[in-house]
């Protein structure tokens, strides 16, 4: 499956953004699909994740309440949808995609898009 990311952009602090990942080339419902992120000089951490069907998520701690993530299966797309947004929320975003078991560790996911960049000014 190749994954396209898009949405990023520069924001304020406290304001909103939504990324979309656009999902072509299998069966999109097939997989489980994540959303990790990586700031400036650091290492790739998990963000959301959201099962086949669309009816489990996980959020790291760090923004929940905040940030939703859903999946429409007929687009072959998953959206992260991110409010109240910090300047620690900037970094590089990216969706991921696995086939097998419902879980966030990085290693174990498959397909990968391109990502995009967040950034949130104070």
């Known amino acids: 499956v190749q994954l396209q990311a898009s949405g990023g952009g520069l924001v304020q602090d406290g304001g909103s953004l939504r990324l979309s990942c656009a999902a072509s080339g299998r069966t999109f419902s097939n997989y489980v699909v994540g959303w990790f992120r990586q700031p400036p000089g650091l290492e790739r951490e998990f963000v959301a994740v959201?099962?086949?069907?669309?009816?489990?998520?996980y959020y790291t701690e760090s923004v929940k309440g905040r940030f939703t993530i859903a999946r429409d299966n007929v687009k072959n797309t998953v959206y992260l949808q991110m409010n109240s947004l910090k300047p620690e929320d900037t970094a590089v975003y990216y969706c991921?995609?696995?086939?097998?078991?419902?879980?966030?560790?990085?290693?174990?996911?498959?397909?990968w898009g391109q990502g995009t960049l967040v950034t949130v000014s104070s």
């Open positions: 959201i099962s086949r069907s669309g009816g489990s998520t």
């Open positions: 991921a995609a696995k086939d097998g078991q419902f879980n966030w560790f990085h290693y174990d996911y498959d397909y």
